[in-house]
């Protein structure tokens, strides 16, 4: 019987504890070791604190009890992301979890929408046609009904949460299912003959040997980036915020079920509620605003007092140009970073982990990968990153915000050739396209597109198959089946109070 392939985490953190939590509930115990290495004096970033809803569906796979998560986690639920003064100054729109309409005579709803607007029909505006949007005006969440054909299961969640807590959880998780947590930073790391990482020399001395190593070191990527020499991309043409200051305020205000997005002079600030306090930050651009400006203009909007002092983040949009070079994996900040703007980083994480499990070498050949597999993982990471730049760029170049130096260059500036395509043929005719891999959906790309102020010149002709008076009765229906329907569920904070709340911070809220 082959040895078990040793597979070495270096790193905590969520890429880190994420991995090695998937890893221990996947692969056979006989068959591979996971070791993760981590040092308790070195921070993490922590601000990934809103999430997208596939992270349902990895807590899921690892059989985690929600309720109980979320207690632990301090986490509250998630619809979607409002996005305010990104069109023009006091435009406000939300990315829903969840779609717009229904495909009415198998033509996509937008097409159906763009045609009663053109012939002058008296309709709603497109956001008034999701269930998940009304719910988060309504400051509202249940989960979704099971019936497929109900109005009340045309949408998904997500969750915020407290990512350290996140962290320590899974860390928990993990250990008791066998994996090795190890005390202690790298002082020096070790190649064999053919280039591949043979070994970690730590800071105390110890010598910690393995076939697949898992660089979840951050920005610093001392493993991919500083020892294998991988490139980095840098994307900072099209995304050019490189700081954020990030700080925790009391809970107060609303108690929403989605993140908001807040559109400033020289970059966007972020609000995130938690049971036990709201998440704020200011991810903004040294080129068009001081450090201190931006520090000043998040404390002058934080909901309520500040829990501690605002912490500055650097950071350079981008990426490794490989995520797997011989050997070694990079999950997470050392394979790159997009700016949180919709709540992706976790998901790339998560995305990765997949990727890898599916990918992962065999241990009969020990520290010799096969260079297929690292190909592949490459191709759908190099996937992944892209889709996810293409739409953060499009929240960027599509606002309205003139005689403002950030928000005039991003107009202006040249994008990618696949971002142009989109634009353009949803410009010409309402269509966007439709990939199997990668993030965000239809609906996705047409809350941004519409929210922002884009509007197609045609429709799919296909539309005029159904009659204008069909058309009209057909959204006055689903608009009725919506406001009927979102009006009996409780709101944000009740559902919480029953279902997961944490004691300790219910009780500090109230206080």
């Known amino acids: 019987m082959a040895q078990a392939l040793h597979i070495v985490i270096v790193g905590g953190g969520s890429a ?94 937008q097409h159906h929408w763009i045609r009663a607007r053109q012939l002058g029909q008296q309709i709603a505006s497109f956001q008034e046609y999701s269930y998940a949007i009304a719910a988060c005006r309504r400051n509202a969440f249940e989960f979704p009904h099971r019936a497929r054909k109900s109005i009340r299961a045309t949408y998904a969640y997500a969750y915020h949460f407290d990512a350290g807590l996140y962290s320590d959880f899974l860390r928990r998780w993990a250990i008791s299912r066998g994996v090795r947590r190890i005390e202690g930073q790298v002082r020096d790391i070790s190649l064999d003959e053919s280039g591949a990482i043979e070994s970690l020399l730590l800071q105390s001395g110890a010598r910690i040997e393995g076939d697949l190593f898992v660089d979840c070191t951050g920005f610093r990527s001392l493993l991919l980036g500083s020892k294998l020499g991988v490139q980095w991309e840098d994307w900072s043409q099209w995304l050019p915020c490189d700081r954020a200051w990030a700080v925790p305020c009391q809970r107060a205000g609303e108690f929403t079920p989605y993140t908001r997005s807040t559109a400033q002079t020289g970059g966007w600030i972020w609000r995130i509620p938690l049971q036990h306090r709201t998440g704020n930050g200011y991810v903004f651009s040294t080129r068009f605003i001081g450090e201190e400006q931006a520090r000043d203009t998040l404390l002058g909007q934080l909901d309520g007092a500040a829990l501690a002092e605002p912490r500055l983040l650097r950071f350079k949009p981008g990426r490794r140009i490989r995520a797997w070079a011989r050997n070694c994996v990079a999950i997470g900040l050392s394979s790159g970073f997009l700016e949180p703007l919709e709540s992706t980083s976790i998901f790339l994480i998560q995305a990765a982990v997949s990727d890898l499990l599916r990918l992962m070498p065999s241990p009969e050949r020990g520290r010799v990968v096969d260079p297929r597999l690292a190909d592949e993982f490459n191709r759908l990471s190099d996937i992944q990153y892209a889709r996810v730049r293409d739409f953060l760029i499009l929240h960027y170049f599509a606002n309205r915000r003139h005689g403002e130096a950030l928000w005039d260059y991003v107009r202006s500036m040249p994008i990618p050739d696949t971002l142009v395509h989109k634009i353009s043929l949803f410009e010409g005719r309402g269509h966007v396209p439709y990939y199997k891999d990668g993030l965000f959906s239809r609906d996705s790309w047409l809350a941004v597109l519409f929210g922002q102020g884009l509007m197609p010149h045609a429709y799919d002709r296909l539309a005029d198959n159904l009659s204008a008076d069909q058309v009209g009765q057909l959204l006055r229906e689903l608009r009725q089946a919506i406001a009927s329907n979102v009006t009996t569920i409780p709101s944000h904070a009740e559902f919480i109070s029953r279902y997961c709340a944490d004691l300790q911070s219910e009780r500090a809220v109230m206080s």
Do not use: C
């Open 16 to 109: 880190g504890w994420m991995s090695a939590a998937a890893f221990a509930r996947a692969l056979h115990p006989g068959r591979y070791r996971i070791t993760l290495i981590e040092s308790e004096e070195i921070g993490t970033v922590g601000v990934g604190e809103a999430t997208l809803p596939h992270i349902k569906t990895f807590n899921d796979q690892l059989g985690i009890d929600e309720a109980q998560f979320m207690r632990e986690t301090r986490a509250t639920f998630k619809l979607g992301i409002e996005f305010r003064n990104w069109g023009e100054p006091g435009d406000r729109y939300i990315h829903p979890f969840g779609v717009f309409g229904a495909p009415w005579g198998g033509v996509d709803f």
